[in-house]
């Protein structure tokens, strides 16, 4: 019986690990010169942590969501997303009492969406998160986070950065309205999916990708006219930052990101690279999502990357670790054997053990697997208590001690 894969999920091996890892190594770095805690929370949670929080008319939460009922019947869903879950944990554990609270946190995260390249159904972010202010040094420090990480991981890839506001709460409800009256007057140009977001939720309507509301989406009302003063200095207070700090970005003024649960700065980093899933981070303020979690009225701020995505755009790694292959020539010194290789492990060399007693196959397969040396254990070595060191490049080999084999392999 051949069990496929889930529709959607890929396994990760080979380049693949190396290049996840890469990233992961990086954003431990990165976390700690930029001092955010890591988090670590479950992949399930209450289906009310993201229902509202993220729109109950958002597309993640109508069509996206992997919800099931436990076998007691409470609702469960598998984590879309990790800004909600992480603020839950923050207010569940008590975090909140010294702030700003910086979280960061890496895992997978689930989404039945339509499958296409750099589309999955289970895929993996890293996430950032600062707590507790609303100062915009908070969503400068977070945008020059991910634009420090993704010079360095991708230094060669031309990748934009775009922000918009959102303003605040009375900017989103007065734009709303705005938007429901010129998307209601040009219904019938718009796509059936669209349509149906004017009543519920049309800010949503400018997020389509589908090309035939492109060009209604480009002559919508623009929320910037609907800022109110405050708003307005704080989006030039970040643009004016960003500016001095020499970060190069764009407004895109139809920038309204998935969820609900934006307001102020939002920002995205995209590729040309990736085809339609064109973006790396995205994220933005949430000043009221605390409060609407159940903690206390504090705002904040964070972005989200797909690691997918940033994998896809990596170059192969070449591993520097020397391969080395123990090759033991018959099955009656296998102990002698398995002593060198502990021995040799103890001082931190890689060893690969084949299991096949036999020089010649071993060989061939020391070579299958590209091994820079071979430690071969014969009838002499086994009875002087030494073994051959062979540079399997320069075929060129010597009998040592294992003392001096561990000195010149530690080089
Ligand atoms: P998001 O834009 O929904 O934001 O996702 C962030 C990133 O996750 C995307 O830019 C993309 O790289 C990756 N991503 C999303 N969906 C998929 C998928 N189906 N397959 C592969 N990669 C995907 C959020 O999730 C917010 N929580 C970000 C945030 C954090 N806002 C504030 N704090």
Not at 175 to 200: G, R, V
Not at 282 to 308: F, Q
Not at 373 to 391: H, M, P, R, S
Request: proline share 3%; net charge positive.
């Amino acid at each position: 019986m051949k069990i496929n894969p889930v529709r959607g999920t890929h396994d990760l091996y080979g380049q693949q690990v190396l290049k996840y890892k890469t990233i992961q190594d990086l954003i431990n770095d990165y976390s700690n010169v930029y001092n955010f805690e890591e988090i670590i929370t479950p992949i399930f949670e209450s289906t009310e942590l993201f229902k509202k929080p993220l729109g109950e008319n958002s597309d993640v939460v109508l069509k996206e969501m992997y919800t099931f009922k436990d076998k007691n019947e409470d609702s469960i869903t598998l984590r879309p997303e990790y800004t909600t879950p992480m603020i839950r944990a923050a207010i569940s554990n008590n975090l909140l009492n010294k702030l700003p609270k910086k979280l960061y946190g890496i895992g997978q995260m689930f989404r039945r969406e339509r499958p296409q390249k750099g589309r999955y159904r289970q895929f993996n972010q890293i996430n950032f998160e600062i707590l507790g202010t609303h100062d915009v040094s908070a969503d400068i420090e977070l945008i020059i986070l991910a634009n420090n990480f993704l010079k360095k991981l991708l230094p060669t890839k031309k990748i934009d950065l775009f922000i918009n506001s959102l303003g605040d709460k009375n900017t989103l409800s007065r734009f709303n309205i705005a938007l429901k009256k010129y998307f209601e007057k040009n219904k019938e140009k718009l796509s059936k999916d669209s349509q149906n977001k004017i009543n519920t939720n049309p800010v949503r309507i400018l997020d389509s990708k589908d090309p035939i509301d492109t060009e209604i989406n480009t002559k919508a009302p623009k929320i910037c006219d609907f800022y109110s003063s405050e708003a307005n200095e704080k989006f030039i207070k970040v643009q004016e930052i960003l500016k001095n700090m020499s970060v190069d970005f764009s407004i895109n003024p139809n920038l309204v990101r998935g969820l609900d649960y934006y307001c102020h700065t939002v920002f995205e980093f995209k590729t040309s690279d990736l085809g339609s899933q064109d973006t790396l981070i995205g994220g933005g303020r949430y000043d009221g999502l605390t409060k609407l979690l159940g903690g206390p009225d504090i705002p904040g701020v964070g972005w989200a990357g797909g690691i997918e995505r940033l994998m896809m755009l990596m170059d192969d790694i070449k591993s520097l670790e020397k391969k080395i292959h123990l090759i033991i020539n018959n099955e009656s010194f296998r102990e002698y054997g398995l002593k060198i290789a502990n021995q040799l492990r103890n001082a931190d060399i890689n060893i690969y053990f084949d299991y096949k007693y036999n020089l010649k196959k071993s060989l061939a397969y020391a070579n299958q697997l590209g091994s820079e040396y071979a430690i071969i254990i014969g009838d002499e070595e086994f009875q002087n208590n030494i073994c051959t060191l062979k540079n399997l490049n320069k075929n060129v080999q010597e009998k040592k001690s294992i003392e001096n084999i561990i000195k010149d392999l530690s080089k």
